[in-house]
């Protein structure tokens, strides 16, 4: 039960952290990308979205092959959590075009993409490490578990910046 609840908190944290900025993108453009329009500055947030989301099938090859060869799968696991932490703790205390200028936005393209990377990873993961160290007669109700928990994440984050 251990590797299904560490899968669940990792979904739900890395979805978390994934789903605020989708739900702030607006705010985030205009933090951003201060010297575009009101739709260029949406535009511009969500193509750093959507860096994200190519990142995401790198991160799993990336960890898939790290946890197979390398360290092992709850290693790989662990770490892949570990490294969303990194780029969501510096993007929030990355300072604005106003203060930094072009650098800003670059940076959190950079942040972004760790994310991505690191999501790809963990949803991967935790999949794998459910399932695996299930009985065959729980391995779907587990791996759906693990699908369910990425909703909480979504659901955590709309509640927390509607707040």
Known sequence: IWGLLSGVAGNIYEWYDFAVY???APEIGQSFFPTSSDELQ???SFGVYLAAFLMRPLGAIVFG????????????????ILLITIPSILMGLLPTYDTWGVAAPVLLVLLRMMQGLSVGGQLAGSYVISIEQ???????FRGS??????VGGFLLASAVTTL
Request: proline share 3%.
């Open 22 to 24: 989708g739900l702030l």
């Open 42 to 44: 949406l535009i511009n």
């Open 65 to 80: 092959e790290m946890g197979d060869r390398l360290v092992g799968r709850r290693n790989a696991l662990v770490f892949s």
């Open 134 to 140: 299930s009985s065959p007669r729980t391995r779907g």
């Open 145 to 150: 578990v693990c699908d369910a928990s990425s």
